[in-house]
């Protein structure tokens, strides 16, 4: 690495610590440090939203499928996009009646359900969180070390994940969601600017042009119709109900000042998902594809064997000194626009839910105290992602988890008059259950479809059955 992309990292990093001691001193409560104070405005929280749910995964994940898909790839995100304006339409309104029916702000996911339901399904909701999310950290946080061991080798995994990790807990744990949501436009800004501006230009330069370009790309890969029906139902799937039950966007949704600005922030979300990223992603993607083939990266036998590689195996061959760093520090933010959200997730829920209220203590010692968790979660995710080669594997379990047990229940709040916890919590328990075992398993799903749409299915089914079972004893009670 040259001292120009050290220098570049080095600025990178001060400007993210920079925004975290700025807010330091600037949390009343805990509603300040978790949500913003609930005044934040559409831009920010939109900006932050997609920093947040596109991240470091979909951002070199959609290098891999524009690798090998080609622009047909660019789907992937149009889930986001529907994702994010239906749940503007019909999720964002009713938070707030509910919060406004609730008569108190509501601070994490686990908190809704509880006013939906009750404490029981609260809990069970909050223990999911806060293990999914430190998972999600934990996960991020390695996948930017192992990015950077892949490009510069002298720079090793466990340092680098020390680097990120001690940088990511420290602005976030001293700047709460104000710190997050400003350190996540900048980082989106970055990322949109470095890979629009420098990587795809120098890239599309170095590699010839249209004409240097073309040749090497099937009819496939520049169709945006090379794509299968299971490719549709296991995006949609997968991404639309995350839109509906992520604790991380609920915290931004509890950070809007009112609900016309969650709106627009979601509506602006789900516009930078699809198309802007979308295509930058893609197109990246099938540039490192050319650069492949053309043996401008140099890879064993001439084929890639792992397509995610292909971008990052591009930043390192293709740019220039100096350009490197400036992509590289894209990629981290959206590293840590992830991170950092999932961190405070996690410890927002074990502030806000699995610790007893104690009404003597006074506000500022409450912020101390989120500090004080937030900085335990960041250190024992740092821990979990050093020590533990699964950890990918558990973010995964995780996350299916959330989405198959936390989406039926929350649909059904929105669209039934009578809320039972009963149903919630067998549904939350049978559709997590039921997806963690298919994958665990690994066992072959027909049409090849994803374990998370069983999951669903299967907690649908439960809670369709539990509710009718209420309704018949609740009948029964009328009568009687």
Same mark, same amino acid.
């Given at each position: 690495m040259s001292w120009i992309d050290i220098t570049i990292f080095i600025i990178y990093f001060i400007l993210m610590l920079g925004v975290g001691l700025f807010f330091a001193n600037k949390h009343n409560d805990e509603r300040d440090y978790f949500t913003g104070g609930g005044n934040m405005g559409s831009g920010h929280v939109g900006l932050s939203v997609v920093a947040t749910d596109v991240g470091g995964g979909f951002s070199i994940g959609l290098g891999g499928i524009g690798f090998t898909m080609g622009l047909s790839g660019s789907w992937l995100l149009f889930t986001g996009l529907v994702g994010a304006w239906i749940s503007a339409v019909f999720l964002i309104p009713l938070v707030f009646k509910w919060q406004k029916a609730h008569g108190h702000y509501f601070l994490t996911l686990p908190q809704v359900f509880g006013y939906l339901y009750n404490k029981k399904v609260a809990f069970i909701a909050s223990i999911i969180c806060v293990i999914g999310y430190t998972g999600f950290t934990s996960s991020q946080l390695l996948a930017g070390a192992k990015l950077t061991s892949a490009i510069?080798?002298?720079?090793?995994?466990?340092?680098?994940?020390?680097?990120? !990790?001690?940088? =990511? &807990? $420290? #602005? *976030?744990?001293?700047? !709460?969601?104000? =710190? &997050? $949501? #400003? *350190?996540?436009?900048?980082?989106?800004?970055?990322?949109?600017?470095?890979?629009?501006?420098?990587?795809?230009?120098?890239?599309?330069?170095?590699?010839?042009?249209?004409?240097?370009?073309?040749?090497?790309?099937?009819?496939?890969?520049?169709?945006?119709?090379?794509?299968?029906?299971?490719?549709?139902?296991?995006?949609?799937?997968?991404?639309?109900?995350i839109w509906f039950v992520g604790m991380t966007l609920y915290q931004r949704i509890f950070s809007c000042r009112d609900e016309k600005a969650a709106k627009k922030a979601w509506f602006i979300a789900g516009v930078l998902e699809w198309p802007f990223m979308a295509f930058t992603g893609v197109i990246l993607g099938m540039l490192a594809n050319v650069a492949v083939q053309k043996g401008l990266i140099p890879v064993e036998g001439g084929i890639l064997h792992d397509s995610e590689m292909g971008l990052p195996l591009l930043v390192k061959n293709i740019l220039p000194i100096g350009f490197t760093g400036i992509v590289i520090a894209a990629y981290f933010s959206a590293i840590l626009s992830t991170a950092d959200s999932c961190l405070m997730a996690a410890s927002g829920s074990v502030v806000?839910?699995?610790?007893?209220?104690?009404?003597?203590?006074?506000?500022?010692?409450?912020?101390?105290?989120?500090?004080?968790?937030?900085?335990?979660?960041?250190?024992?995710?740092?821990?979990?992602?050093?020590?533990?080669?699964?950890?990918?594997?558990?973010?995964?379990?995780?996350?299916?988890?959330?989405?198959?047990?936390?989406?039926?229940?929350?649909?059904?709040?929105?669209?039934?008059?009578?809320?039972?916890?009963?149903?919630?919590?067998?549904?939350?328990?049978?559709g997590g259950t039921i997806t963690i075992a298919l994958i665990v398993t690994e066992m072959k799903l027909p049409y090849e479809l994803n374990a998370n749409i069983f999951g669903i299915t299967a907690a649908l089914i439960s809670y369709i059955i539990a509710y009718q079972y209420m309704l018949h004893i609740d009948d029964k009670r009328m009568i009687t």
């Open positions: 510069y080798p002298q720079m090793d995994t466990y340092s680098m994940l020390w680097i990120m !990790g001690a940088i =990511a &807990v $420290i #602005y *976030t744990m001293l700047g !709460g969601m104000k =710190a &997050v $949501i #400003y *350190t996540d436009t900048i980082q989106w800004i970055i990322l949109l600017a470095g890979l629009m501006g420098v990587a795809i230009p120098l890239s599309w330069i170095k590699l010839g042009g249209y004409d240097g370009i073309a040749p090497y790309l099937t009819d496939e890969m520049m169709s945006l119709t090379n794509i299968t029906w299971q490719h549709i139902i296991n995006w949609s799937v997968t991404i639309i109900p806000g839910d699995l610790l007893p209220k104690h009404k003597k203590v006074n506000n500022k010692s409450v912020v101390r105290f989120s500090q004080l968790a937030t900085f335990i979660i960041g250190l024992l995710a740092i821990l979990l992602a050093s020590t533990m080669e699964n950890v990918l594997s558990m973010m995964l379990y995780a996350y299916a988890f959330m989405v198959s047990g936390l989406f039926i229940p929350v649909v059904a709040a929105m669209v039934l008059k009578k809320r039972f916890p009963q149903p919630a919590l067998i549904s939350m328990i049978t």
